[in-house]
């Protein structure tokens, strides 16, 4: 299992918790490594079965009509995705290519904007699923490449 983070403050918060619970970790399951750093800045490539993302999606222009209570207390790094609300999303993408010369079959399962599955569609070589939320709102994503 990896993590890639790169918030220090959510970095520093994720290495406490894995040494604080590595007890109770399944016995099958292994952690391996926290990077400090954001995807497109990953330099290792490891191979990968499933890829779990809950990346920064809302474009840059929605920021300002987020509630109060969102923009006072969220990391707006954690939140901004830039223009179209898919640079981290795309930049995911572009790691998966590389993880994909290694291992051909990936899944990566993530939460976007509305509409980000089916733009998806269009960007992805893999078979893209968008899922709905409670609202009906089609915003997470499943990509399969087999």
Do not use: W
């Amino acid at each position: 299992m990896y993590g890639v983070e790169p918030a220090s403050a959510a970095y520093n918060l994720s290495s406490r918790n894995i040494a604080k619970f590595k007890n109770q970790f399944k016995p099958n399951s292994s952690y391996v490594k926290i990077y400090n750093c954001g995807i497109s800045e990953l330099e290792d490539i490891m191979s990968f079965d499933y890829i779990i993302t809950n990346p920064p999606y809302i474009p840059s222009s929605d920021m300002k009509g987020l509630k109060l209570n969102v923009l006072d207390y969220e990391d707006h790094a954690a939140l901004e995705g830039g223009q179209d609300g898919l640079k981290v999303i795309n930049d995911i993408f572009e790691y998966v290519k590389k993880v994909r010369k290694l291992n051909g079959n990936v899944k990566v399962f993530g939460e976007g904007d509305v509409g980000h599955p089916e733009v998806l569609k269009g960007r992805v070589e893999g078979r893209v699923e968008g899922i709905k939320d409670f609202r009906g709102m089609e915003r997470f994503f499943v990509v399969s490449y087999e």
